[in-house]
Structures are given as C-alpha cells and as structure tokens.
C-alpha cells in the first residue's frame, strides 16, 4: 500500500498563478481550485488509492505567537484567499480525506500523517507531496517516507535530502533556523549561508553539539570565527527559529483506512456546476467505476 499526503495549500497558491483565470457566471474566481480538485483526480488515475489532502484554513497558527514576522496571510490576493474554503468543500465531496487545519498547519497535518502511515506495517511507503523545505525533516531512513515535488516529478529519499541540503532530515529544522525560510518569514542567523550552515551540520547534526570555541570545531569553514560569534550572540533567537521550523507530529488525522478513496459524494456533482467544471465529474465517476 503507497500513501499520498498532499499539501492543499501549495497546490492552491501553484494553481492560482499557473492557470488561466475563470470567473463563473455568479463572479466567482474558481480556477485554482479546479486546478487543485484536478491534480488530486490525476493522483487516482495514476494508481494512487490512499490520499490525504492538508489544508490551511486559516494562515495564522500558534507559531505567530512566536514571531511577529511569521507568516500571516497578509500579502495574500484576497482572489486566491477566497478561494481555501472552497477548495476544502470540493475537495471533500470529491471523496478525498480533508485536514482543514487552524491551531497548527498543513505542514504538520502532512508530518503527523506521515508518522501515522510509517507506523502501520501495511503502508510501503508513504509520499509527502509537496516541495517545501520543511517536510524534508519527515523524510525516514528506511525509504518507506518520501517527498515528491510533483511539479519536477522528483523524489527525494534520506539521501536525496542530504544531497539536495547538505544535510540530514534530522537536521533540517536547524538549518532552516540558520539559513532562514523567506515563504515562512524566518530571518535566520546573519552570515549563516546554505554553504556554511550544510558543512557545520553535517559535522554538528543540532545546535547542541556545536562546540562554542571555534578551535574545536572538527570541520573548517570559511568564517568560521564570524560564524560562530553571531550564532552564539543570537543563540536563542536561533533556537527559537529552529523551533519555528519543527512540524508538529501530534496532530488528529485518524488512520490509514480511513484515507482510502471511495468515490465522490452525491454533493459532488453539484459543486462542480458551481465551478463550472463538468469535466471533473466524468473523471471522478469513471475512476469510481474502477474501483
């Protein structure tokens, strides 16, 4: 058994801007989320049977009580904001299983998720599909968790993610709190780049381990001096961007059957007149007469 974790949101802000616009008759703004409804068909037509969709409700999360400069939604085209509900109900009628999170995020949804499949024995493997940073810390030895930027077509294993960071999965929160994470609004440690921060965690897996006397450092990096001093001057800035950048895995997404697909609901027939998007039935009631 393969599982899909898809991150709702991603694939809404991806088809927002890759597609075409399409106003409906009543003056709705429905495009990404026709586009969003028809990737998570192709997972079907393409084999998958297991599918869990993410969603961020609402932006914010308890992680703005941590940061102000965390992500808030702000910037967000209230044109492509209008659209997260929808997409939610759709999605659902479409027989797919639904996170809509709001204390935490999709992310998390995504990582918990992902805990729950590795845990059930029956699960091969489960694929995170989404292409952000973050999940990459999900991504298990035993190769039985992935990611899958869909859009490249390319997954990434343990070694993959090591190959493509520098670093282990493991270290993947502490490298985003140094480097930073832009879409997330993480400043990181000034000086700390991808290339320096790869080759001290490669050797320092967390920040615990990093000796503060430069001199003892088992690795040289070029700065390491300046590296060091602004690392341990804003020690628990670091920490807390580190901790920003750490999903969640206690997270309610029920259990591995409950996220096989079913078919549609009668709704869903209904929400695609609304979308305008007839085409999205046909698809869903013949890979329902499949299964």
């Given at each position: 058994?393969?599982?899909?974790?898809?991150?709702?949101?991603?694939?809404?802000?991806?088809?927002?801007?890759?597609?075409?616009?399409?106003?409906?008759?009543?003056?709705?703004?429905?495009a990404a989320t026709r586009g969003?409804?028809?990737?998570?068909?192709?997972?079907?037509?393409?084999?998958?049977?297991?599918?869990?969709?993410?969603?961020?409700?609402?932006?914010?999360?308890?992680?703005?009580?941590?940061?102000?400069?965390?992500?808030?939604?702000?910037?967000?085209?209230?044109?492509?904001?209008?659209?997260?509900?929808?997409v939610e109900e759709v999605l659902a009628?479409?027989?797919?299983?639904?996170?809509?999170?709001?204390?935490?995020?999709?992310?998390?949804?995504?990582?918990?998720?992902?805990?729950?499949?590795?845990?059930?024995?029956?699960?091969?493997?489960?694929?995170?599909?989404?292409?952000?940073?973050?999940?990459?810390?999900?991504?298990?030895?035993?190769?039985?968790?992935?990611?899958?930027?869909?859009?490249?077509?390319?997954?990434?294993?343990?070694?993959?993610?090591?190959?493509?960071?520098?670093?282990?999965?493991?270290?993947?929160?502490?490298?985003?709190?140094?480097?930073?994470?832009?879409?997330?609004?993480?400043?990181?440690?000034?000086?700390?780049?991808?290339?320096?921060?790869?080759?001290?965690?490669?050797?320092?897996?967390?920040?615990?381990?990093?000796?503060?006397?430069?001199?003892?450092?088992?690795?040289?990096?070029?700065?390491?001096?300046?590296?060091?001093?602004?690392?341990?001057?804003?020690?628990?800035?670091?920490?807390?961007?580190?901790?920003?950048?750490?999903?969640?895995?206690?997270?309610?997404?029920?259990?591995?059957?409950?996220?096989?697909?079913?078919?549609?609901?009668?709704?869903?027939?209904?929400?695609?007149?609304?979308?305008?998007?007839?085409?999205?039935?046909?698809?869903?009631?013949?890979?329902?007469?499949?299964?």
């Amino acid at each position: 058994m393969h599982v899909h974790l898809v991150d709702g949101t991603y694939e809404l802000f991806r088809y927002y801007y890759a597609l075409p616009s399409h106003v409906t008759a009543a003056g709705m703004e429905v495009a990404a989320t026709r586009g969003v409804v028809g990737t998570c068909l192709q997972l079907l037509e393409e084999g998958a049977t297991h599918v869990g969709v993410a969603t961020d409700h609402i932006i914010e999360s308890f992680r703005n009580g941590m940061l102000d400069s965390y992500k808030d939604g702000s910037g967000v085209d209230p044109l492509l904001r209008a659209q997260f509900d929808l997409v939610e109900e759709v999605l659902a009628a479409a027989g797919f299983t639904v996170w809509p999170m709001v204390e935490v995020e999709a992310d998390d949804a995504l990582a918990a998720a992902a805990v729950v499949a590795h845990h059930d024995p029956r699960v091969e493997r489960a694929v995170i599909c989404t292409p952000d940073k973050d999940l990459g810390q999900c991504v298990t030895p035993d190769g039985r968790v992935v990611q899958l930027d869909r859009r490249k077509a390319t997954y990434y294993d343990y070694e993959g993610v090591r190959e493509k960071f520098g670093v282990a999965p493991e270290s993947i929160p502490d490298y985003l709190g140094l480097v930073g994470d832009t879409a997330d609004g993480i400043p990181g440690i000034p000086g700390w780049g991808a290339k320096s921060t790869a080759q001290v965690l490669a050797r320092y897996p967390h920040y615990e381990d990093i000796p503060r006397a430069v001199g003892q450092w088992e690795v040289s990096v070029r700065g390491s001096a300046k590296l060091a001093a602004a690392l341990f001057a804003r020690y628990e800035d670091a920490l807390l961007y580190r901790r920003l950048a750490t999903v969640e895995r206690n997270v309610a997404v029920g259990s591995v059957d409950e996220w096989r697909w079913a078919g549609p609901t009668p709704e869903f027939a209904a929400l695609c007149k609304v979308i305008e998007a007839p085409n999205l039935v046909r698809r869903a009631e013949r890979l329902a007469g499949r299964a």
